[in-house]
């Protein structure tokens, strides 16, 4: 049973965005912040990554770990209604992100995902970005 009611729930839901959101935020900061210069949101790639170096042919991916399905995350619970439909979402989710990886790969980029969890650290996101792009 939701604590909240219908157009309550719809409200607070569409307010969720897929874009600039307070993890993918942090990433560009410390991208920026070491120096590295990127493009956002690349429309003609696979999975739209986050951010895009092209000339390192280098994409990562910041994903939240609720919507992305981050297995043994405190934040990847799931729904107690509705869990069907549920169920459906987060499976076509994850399979979306597997593609995404599998035709960015094959394009001939290298690939990062960090978890929304992981950007609570901020020191060990620069060191994973050092070690990525350096």
Known sequence: ?????QATR???????RGKNTKPELVVRRLAHALGYRFRLHGK??????DLVFPARRKAILVHGC?????????????????????????????????DALIKLQALGWDTLIIWECETADS???AARLSAYLG
């Not at 049973?1 to 009611?5: C, N």
């Not at 995350?73 to 869990?83: A, I, Q």
């Open 1 to 5: 049973m939701d604590i909240v009611d």
């Open 44 to 49: 003609d790639l696979p999975g739209k990554p």
């Open 66 to 98: 609720y919507w992305h399905r981050h297995q043994g995350c405190r934040f990847c619970y799931s729904p107690k209604s509705n869990t069907v439909f549920w169920e459906q979402k987060f499976r076509r989710n994850v399979a979306r992100d597997a």
């Open 123 to 125: 020191e060990a996101v």
């Open 10 to 16: 719809s409200r607070m839901m569409s307010g969720i």
